[in-house]
T-cell receptor, first 115, second 112 residues
Framework: AQSVAQPEDQVNVAEGNPLTVKCTYS??????LFWYVQYPNRGLQFLLK??????LVKGSYGFEAEFNKSQTSFHLKKPSALVSDSALYFC?????????????FGTGTRLKVLA | KAGVTQTPRYLIKTRGQQVTLSCSPI?????VSWYQQTPGQGLQFLFE???????NKGNFPGRFSGRQFSNSRSEMNVSTLELGDSALYLC???????????FGPGTRLTVL
């Protein structure tokens, strides 16, 4: 069955330190992978996506993610965290292999960047 | 371009009533999806419409239904409201089915 897992409910990191928010997926075919962010009292915003090509994808606000097919992972990273990065992050996958292109979201990881 | 708009932004209903939520996607976007967001359950997929056809459906009871019009605007309807239907309902549109989604601000539904 298709699924997305974000194993950490919350990640705490000090400002200026690198951050990683983990995501693993399970789909029947090749995935389209996405990261979204939800700031307090605001809607979800698109950060970045992997469709094909280079495994390292760069997105908005200095974020990047690495697609690892063997580990079925798509971890979100940033070299230097800012307090303003504190938000709820969602990983999502769209499974084109099944033909349904169903969009599946992870449960979300709350990132807290400490000053 | 204007973003995804959802109306109304807030709704208060009582159990047993029905409600209709509206979503206007970004101009040119043909795919519209609906999600229910609650603190305990996270983001749950309701359904997806593409070119007026329902393409995917989540695991929600038949009380939840939707439709898409020829101008891509979409509505979702919840009949016989239950307390557990209280949530933020998000609409998202995308250019095509493989593209990133753009989310509206949501409709916060409270069922008393």
């Amino acid at each position: 069955a298709q699924s997305v897992a974000q194993p950490e409910d919350q990640v705490n990191v000090a400002e200026g330190n690198p951050l990683t928010v983990k995501c693993t997926y399970s789909v029947s075919g090749n995935p389209y992978l996405f990261w979204y962010v939800q700031y307090p009292n605001r809607g979800l915003q698109f950060l970045l996506k992997y469709i094909t090509g280079d495994n390292l994808v760069k997105g908005s606000y200095g974020f990047e993610a690495e697609f690892n097919k063997s580990q079925t992972s798509f971890h979100l990273k940033k070299p230097s965290a800012l307090v303003s990065d504190s938000a709820l992050y969602f990983c999502a996958v769209r499974d084109k292999g099944s033909g349904t292109y169903k969009y599946i979201f992870g449960t979300g990881t709350r990132l807290k960047v400490l000053a | 371009k204007a973003g995804v708009t959802q109306t109304p932004r807030y709704l208060i209903k009582t159990r047993g009533q029905q409600v209709t939520l509206s979503c206007s996607p970004i101009s040119g976007h043909r795919s519209v999806s609906w999600y229910q967001q609650t603190p305990g359950q996270g983001l749950q997929f309701l359904f997806e419409y593409f070119s007026e056809t329902q393409r995917n459906k989540g695991n929600f009871p038949g009380r939840f239904s939707g439709r898409q019009f020829s101008n891509s605007r979409s509505e979702m309807n919840v009949s016989t409201l239950e307390l557990g239907d209280s949530a933020l309902y998000l609409c998202a549109s995308s250019l095509d089915r493989i593209d990133e989604q753009f989310f509206g601000p949501g409709t916060r539904l409270t069922v008393l």
